[in-house]
């Protein structure tokens, strides 16, 4: 699963549709209902830490943390379920000319962006995967595809199965990230005509970009995958839908 939460915004009253007060308990009734073994989290705040946990439940641990260097500011995580996936290695970069130093951007960047990446043993098959979780600037473009370039030679290092998780606040299918995204060797898990994933508190309906990818490279076999449009008890979880898919490599699902 993909999922960006967002944030909490302190500027709306409490029954806003955007407020982290109303949406919470939304998020952790997504995350109770799907149980994904593998979910990329974006725009996490430390205060959304402990509600987060609560929802994936007690096998999960939250790889990752802040993107400023100091440690603090918005956080793309990766969650992983401990009962299903031992971890081998993960680490955090900065998308930067300089990915090992804290806050790090490329000039002209809106802001740091990092990625998290474990490297990762299935239980049940043996199978090493390795995933990645991001999240890119919205605008402007060429920034992203800096972006997508700095993480594409981690992907690309790994011989094995791999997943690419993320906001990557691009349009799958009319932009140019998605475009170099592909060239790069990835595949889509959704198909070509998925809903989009980008409705802000509304119903999907068309021309709604769908933000969110699942990408993954190797010998994977797509089982299946959605865009989840729901909205427990009536409230919107969060200004994007979830990406969630149920992949399998070797006999051995994972989702």
């Known amino acids: 699963m993909t999922f960006n939460i967002r944030r909490p915004m302190e500027k709306y009253r409490r029954m806003a549709p ?10 952790q009734a997504v995350l109770r209902a799907h149980r994904p073994e593998l979910v990329a989290l974006q725009e996490v705040l430390p205060q959304q830490l402990h509600p987060l946990r609560q929802g994936l439940g007690p096998d999960h641990v939250l ?53 998290v990446l474990a ?11 390795r995933a990645v979780a991001t999240h ?4 402007p473009e060429r920034g992203r595809l800096r972006q997508l370039a700095a993480l594409q030679g981690l992907l690309h290092s790994w011989d094995g199965p791999l997943l690419l998780l993320g906001d990557m606040n691009a349009a799958a299918g009319r932009s140019r990230t998605w475009d170099a ?34 990408l993954y490279g190797g010998r ?3 089982l299946g995958s ?20 149920e992949l399998e490599h070797d006999g051995g699902p994972t989702s």
């Open 220 to 222: 994977v076999r797509v």
């Open 226 to 245: 959605r865009v989840l449009a729901e909205r427990p008890r009536g409230v919107w979880a969060s200004d994007h839908f979830p990406v969630l898919a």
């Open 119 to 129: 490297d990762l043993t299935d239980r049940r098959t043996g199978v090493r995967w």
């Open 18 to 27: 955007d407020a982290w007060f109303t949406r919470a308990p939304a998020v």
């Open 136 to 139: 890119l600037d919205p605008w």
């Open 63 to 115: 790889l990752g943390g802040g993107r400023d260097a100091d440690g603090g500011g918005e956080r793309c995580l990766l969650g992983v379920d401990t009962a299903r996936f031992g971890i081998e290695h993960w680490r955090q970069r900065w998308l930067s000319p300089q990915p090992e130093l804290p806050g790090s951007k490329w000039p002209g960047d809106l802001f740091p962006r990092t990625l």
């Open 181 to 214: 995204a592909l060239a790069g060797g990835l595949r889509d898990t959704l198909p070509a005509d998925a809903a989009g994933t980008f409705p802000r508190y509304r119903d999907p309906r068309a021309g709604t970009p769908r933000l969110d990818w699942i």
